[in-house]
């Protein structure tokens, strides 16, 4: 689970090597040195916990609120916006040209193993990925590809929704066209696939298409990959503090069904309201219907606080459907019939 703080008490050699070499390398870029926006309030039930980012080595420091972590505790202090509203000028600029055209991968029904009875060497994870059981899903299609900025600039267009905040002059960052939508919370993600004729994958309906049916831990097989995946300890081996990339940069990586980008560049939403698996009496305040489950890792998540990998197909992240974040894409699906 992303974004959260490590179970008590758990250790592990990957905390251990990773923590420091991200310090030593500056990542994550800049993590102190934007000040708390005022357009945020704490929860009151959070506070005993502030200590954990807002001091260290005994002295109180500031993080950016765009640091996914933020979000458990700090919640925007205004109302989501509209579903539809206009965008208030034309683009000025030619956005770049589009090279990927999505298409849809049709996933087998039938049983898989879903969730795992405990990690080992990829960090401590989290209760909430317990245990390991047999899910059994009816046969569906699935986009290959996350949704690229041109395929949402084409929905912005066709139906006037807010374009994410960090667009320039209407459109996407020039050379981005192939990257993945990102600041798009859960409602912004339902409402393209809606548009488009599809819908969200579920939870399971996800975790199927990443993992195929061998139990496997990741897209590509049991053993992790700085090269398969943009993840975070991608970018740590190349000394740059990362992004998002074009959809599909990592053929090598693929799920067994050919699909792109199942762990990392960015985390997906997916429909289902987060919730323990069958078998799982762990208490945990996040479940319930309130927050939305979000899948695969991305580019950027909790390396710096030690826990764990977020790219096995099994990770759990979990937020409130109107976050959105640099590291925040989706999919979608779409029924057999």
Not at 111 to 125: A, C, K, L, Q, V
Not at 134 to 152: Q, W
Not at 207 to 226: I, K, L, Q, V, Y
Not at 242 to 250: A, K, L, N, R
């Amino acid at each position: 689970m992303p974004y959260r703080r490590s179970p008590a008490g758990k250790i592990t050699l990957f905390s251990i090597v990773a923590f420091p070499i991200a310090l030593q390398l500056g990542w994550p870029p800049a993590v102190f040195a934007e000040p708390l926006q005022s357009t945020f309030q704490v929860r009151s039930t959070a506070q005993a916990d502030c200590l954990r980012c807002h001091v260290d080595g005994g002295t109180p420091v500031k993080r950016p609120l765009s640091d996914p972590a933020c979000a458990e505790c700090h919640l925007p202090d205004v109302a989501p916006a509209p579903a539809l509203t206009r965008v208030s000028s034309p683009p000025s600029r030619r956005p770049s040209a589009p090279h990927v055209r999505q298409d849809m991968v049709v996933i087998p029904g039938g049983e898989f193993i879903m969730g795992n009875d405990g990690r080992g060497d990829d960090g401590p994870g989290d209760e909430d990925e317990r245990p390991a059981h047999r899910v059994r899903v009816a046969s569906f299609r699935i986009d290959r590809y996350e949704t690229t900025n041109a395929m949402y600039a084409a929905f912005v267009k066709a139906t006037g929704r807010t374009i994410p905040h960090h667009w320039v002059s209407g459109t996407y960052p020039d050379g981005k066209a192939d990257h993945p939508v990102v600041y798009v919370d859960w409602h912004d993600a339902d409402a393209f696939c809606r548009w488009a004729g599809k819908r969200l994958p579920t939870e399971a309906e996800w975790e199927r298409a990443a993992r195929g049916t061998d139990g496997r831990r990741f897209p590509w097989g049991n053993e992790f990959s700085t090269t398969k995946a943009n993840t975070p300890q991608y970018w740590l081996t190349k000394h740059e503090p990362g992004d998002t990339m074009p959809v599909g940069s990592f053929p090598q990586g693929r799920s067994p069904e050919g699909l792109e980008d199942m762990a990392g560049n960015v985390y997906e939403w997916v429909s289902d309201w987060y919730q323990p698996y069958p078998g799982n009496a762990v208490p945990n305040v996040h479940y319930g219907v309130k927050n939305k489950v979000l899948r695969g890792g991305s580019w950027y998540d909790c390396l710096s606080y030690g826990c764990g990998l977020s790219s096995p197909v099994y990770n759990r992240s979990r937020f409130a459907p109107a976050i959105k974040n640099k590291g925040f894409g989706f999919r979608c699906a779409l029924d057999v019939k």
